[in-house]
Nanobody
């Protein structure tokens, strides 16, 4: 069982930055691919970014490429999402997810076995 706890969300203005953190339980964190997804009101959950267990392979959604950066610190069992140049359309609940079966990063939500409770990000115009 892997427990994921997100933090760092909040209310910001357009153009501001935020850093989300996701702390994971377990001793084999470096073996898990990690992903960030988001869900806006009335919309389906969508992929944001993913990182392989070693951190060597990273994927981004086109909508965040160049503005968001995913990273991980395996010594701290934590994955981060640095969000710059935030836009109102980035407003959503952000979830981190873990794929305990593979260290290979994936943009597919069905690959992920464990999910955090989510953290709200609201960007005002």
């Amino acid at each position: 069982q892997v427990q994921l706890v997100e933090s760092g969300g909040g209310l910001v203005q357009a153009g501001d930055s935020l850093r989300l953190s996701c702390a994971a339980s377990g001793r084999t964190f470096s073996m898990y691919a990690m992903g960030w997804f988001r869900q806006a009101p009335g919309k389906e959950r969508e992929f944001v970014a993913a990182i392989s267990g070693s951190g060597g392979r990273i994927y981004y959604a086109d909508s965040v490429k160049g503005r968001f950066t995913i990273s991980r610190d395996n010594a701290k069992n934590t994955v981060y999402l640095h969000m710059n140049s935030l836009k109102p359309e980035d407003t959503a609940v952000y979830y981190c997810a873990a794929d305990k079966n593979s260290p290979a990063a994936s943009a597919s939500a069905i690959r992920y076995d464990y999910w955090g409770q989510g953290t709200q990000v609201t960007v005002s115009s």
